[in-house]
Each structure stands twice: as structure tokens, then as C-alpha cells.
Nanobody, 115 residues
Framework: QVQLVESGGGLVQPGGSLRLSCAASGFTFSRYAMSWYRQAPGKERELVAAIARTGGTTYYIDSVKGRFFISRDNAKKSVYLQMNSLKPEDTAVYYC????????WGQGTQVTVSS
């Protein structure tokens, strides 16, 4: 059974940090590119960051460059998103996605940035 389980979300003040984790099971993790998406209330889901199968190539949307960092550990079948200098506009549900022959999605974790 394929599963992607996100964790690490929560409430944080502006300027704070969070580290999201996504644990995979049920498929060959190392074959899949991994990415993080987010969806804010009333907005479309958007790609935030992505990482290639070996971790050698990463991508970030402009609004998070220099603040967010994606990484993966193929031995632990996990992908991470380190989020620093968080802003209220980063508030959203964050999802991880696995992409290869097909896409798999996690259930999401809520991140709320507010004072």
C-alpha cells in the first residue's frame, strides 16, 4: 500500500522556522522525484520545491528561494522541507508528492504563520 505521510506542521510566529517531513512507503522511493506543494485557502495548489531522485538537482519557486530548503534521504525513504524566515503568506496546507510513472500524494500538513 502506497503511503506518503507528512508531519512537522504547526503554528509559528513570523520569522520562525519549521521542518516538514514526508515518510514514504509502498513504492521504490529512490526512483521518484519528490516535491512539496502548498494550498492556501481560496487559492490553487502550487509547487513550492522539488528534488531529483538522487538529490543532485533542486528547484524552488521565487517566493521561497533562500528561505526554504528541500532535501531527501533515500535510505530513510523521506523528503524534508526546512522552512526559515516564515511569513504569513506561507500559511497553507503543505503536501508532498512523488513523481515517476505516476504521481502519489500525501494527505497534507497545516502550516500557520501568525503572531
Amino acid at each position: 500500500q502506497v503511503q506518503l505521510v507528512e508531519s512537522g506542521g504547526g503554528l509559528v510566529q513570523p520569522g520562525g522556522s519549521l521542518r516538514l517531513s514526508c515518510a514514504a512507503s509502498g513504492f521504490t522511493f529512490s526512483r521518484y522525484a519528490m516535491s512539496w506543494y502548498r494550498q492556501a485557502p481560496g487559492k490553487e495548489r502550487e509547487l513550492v520545491a522539488a528534488i531529483a531522485r538522487t538529490g543532485g538537482t533542486t528547484y524552488y519557486i521565487d517566493s521561497v528561494k533562500g528561505r526554504f530548503f528541500i532535501s531527501r534521504d533515500n535510505a530513510k525513504k523521506s523528503v524534508y522541507l526546512q522552512m526559515n524566515s516564515l511569513k504569513p503568506e506561507d500559511t497553507a496546507v503543505y503536501y508532498c508528492k512523488a513523481t515517476y510513472e505516476r504521481d502519489y500524494w500525501g494527505q497534507g500538513t497545516q502550516v500557520t504563520v501568525s503572531s
